[in-house]
């Protein structure tokens, strides 16, 4: 079956240091998504993207995150200089239509800034 | 006030009984999920809803379009339904999440 994927799995880096965070969403989804869960709360919505443009995003998702596709296969999530609280787990998802349709999710990164 | 809210925050059952959840939402929308998360943080989906009743196996998930509400039931609950059960509305095109509920079943 289908799945989504994301790499790494974990990822540990210093206060101010860029990340990049992968996702290879499922192949012919054409719904892309990041969300992130900090340790003990609920899931929060970043980003939605479609059509390789951003539809939708969350006052979380300031001028330090950025989202790219650069390839047919690959989704990215890229924070340019780390803070502490961004230290979360954060899920790609996607799904193939808009609208009511179910949204498949990664394993997750596990991202530590220390 | 969270726009998606979930009861009870925790529960614990013995194996056998029957487990309902339960969540209230105050934003339009266009659907509601029902995602299951394991100690290692996945999320998988189990439902998605618009209207009336679903039902997969030993889980049956139900929703009030006018009340605004909807309930996961676990029939003949066993311990590796133990997870976190999180109800999440689907608005504008993102998922509004729920605080999650932590659900142990003991044998």
């Known amino acids: 079956e289908p799945e989504v994927t994301q790499t790494p799995s974990h990822q540990v880096t210093q206060m101010g240091q860029e990340v990049i965070l992968r996702c290879v969403p499922i192949?012919?989804?054409?719904?892309f998504y990041w969300y992130r869960q900090i340790l003990g709360q609920k899931v929060e919505f970043l980003v939605s993207f479609y059509n390789n443009e951003i539809s939708e995003k969350s006052e979380i998702f300031d001028d330090q995150f950025s989202v790219e596709r650069p390839d047919g296969s690959n989704f990215t999530l890229k924070i340019r200089s780390t803070k502490l609280e961004d230290s979360a787990m954060y899920f790609c998802?996607?799904?193939?239509?808009?609208?009511?349709?179910?949204?498949?999710f990664g394993p997750g990164t596990r991202l530590l800034v220390l | 006030k969270n726009e998606v809210e979930q009861s009870p925050q925790n529960l614990t059952a013995q194996e056998g009984e029957f487990i309902t959840i339960n969540c209230s939402y105050s934003?339009?929308?266009?659907?509601l999920h029902w995602l299951q998360q394991h100690p290692g943080g996945g999320i998988v989906s189990l439902f998605m809803?618009?209207?009336g009743k679903k039902k997969h196996g030993r889980l049956i998930a139900t929703i009030n379009i006018q009340e605004k509400h909807s309930s996961l039931h676990i029939t003949a609950s066993h311990p590796r339904d133990s997870a976190v059960y999180i109800c999440?509305?689907?608005?504008?095109?993102?998922?509004?999440f729920g605080t999650g509920t932590r659900l142990q079943v003991f044998p």
């Open positions: 809803l618009s209207s």
């Open positions: 998802a996607s799904k193939y239509l808009g609208g009511s349709e179910t949204q498949y």
């Open positions: 934003v339009g929308i266009s659907a």
């Open positions: 192949s012919n989804h054409l719904y």
């Open positions: 999440a509305v689907a608005n504008t095109d993102k998922l509004i």
